[in-house]
């Protein structure tokens, strides 16, 4: 499947993605750590330490290409946090494309488990 996103904008990236994924990392280790904490069921506890091992390959793969675009627009995203009114568009290739996409929609993911009962 071929990302649709083509380009972001240096704000969007530095004041919405990089947060949220930070949030979502956090909460996925604080729900997890909390569960195998509390569980004494073998299979429960097989079950989320695989989702733990999944989301954290999955935060792999989206921090080496979050990594990627930070390093190729280093300078432009600095002068976005100096001065937000100074936003520009970045560029993406398709691995950095997909992680964006992704990272997004683990965030939706984890938005979703918060709101249910």
């Given at each position: 499947m071929k990302p649709t996103i083509t380009t972001i904008s240096a704000l969007e990236v530095v004041n919405d993605l990089i947060p949220k994924l930070n949030a979502v990392e956090?909460?996925?280790e604080q729900m997890i750590k909390a569960v195998l904490e509390a569980?004494?069921?073998p299979n429960q506890i097989e079950r989320y330490t695989?989702?733990?091992a999944e989301f954290q390959l999955?935060?792999?793969m989206i921090r080496m290409n979050l990594s990627h675009l930070l390093?190729?627009?280093h300078h432009e995203l600095e002068v976005v946090m100096n001065d937000n009114r100074q936003d520009v568009?970045?560029?993406l290739d398709t691995y950095e494309a997909m992680a964006v996409?992704?990272?997004k929609q683990?965030?939706?993911r984890v938005q979703r488990i918060q709101q249910s009962p």
């Open positions: 956090k909460h996925i569980s004494s069921v695989k989702l733990q999955e935060l792999t390093k190729r627009y568009l970045l560029s996409e992704n990272a683990l965030y939706d």
